[in-house]
């Protein structure tokens, strides 16, 4: 699978940003896909995804209520839509895919084997 994030860019605080990731397959055929950002000096942290099996959501709570993820299986396209967008919410944003990963470990990165170049997002104060 391969994988293209794309749709960073410079915001004020409060301001919003649609991030699209382009699939080589269709999302939700057995893969798992997510978003995942990391910010400078920190580790990858997890953002939200689709689970692989049952078109299932989970957020993490750092964004609950601010992002949304969707997806276009017409499109092979997945997307998270940025709202409310904090200074802490500036890093390179990914987006990844697995065939492997369980639902129980949806948020664990390890368990991500294809990846696209990250996009980068930048919240200004």
């Known amino acids: 699978v391969q994988l293209q994030a794309s749709g960073g860019g410079l915001v004020q605080a409060g301001g919003s940003l649609r991030l699209s990731c382009a699939a080589s397959r269709r999302p939700g055929s057995g893969y798992a896909m997510a978003w995942f950002r990391q910010a400078p000096g920190k580790e990858r942290e997890f953002v939200a995804a689709?689970?692989?099996?049952?078109?299932?959501?989970v957020t993490a709570d750092s964004v609950k209520g601010r992002f949304t993820i969707s997806r276009d299986n017409t499109k092979n396209m997945m997307y998270l839509q940025m709202d409310s967008l904090k200074p802490e919410d500036t890093a390179v944003y990914y987006c990844a895919a697995s065939s492997r990963v369980i639902a129980s470990a949806t948020m664990d990165d390890k368990m991500y084997d294809f990846w696209g170049l990250g996009t980068q997002v930048t919240v200004s104060s």
């Open positions: 689709f689970k692989r099996t049952g078109g299932y959501t």
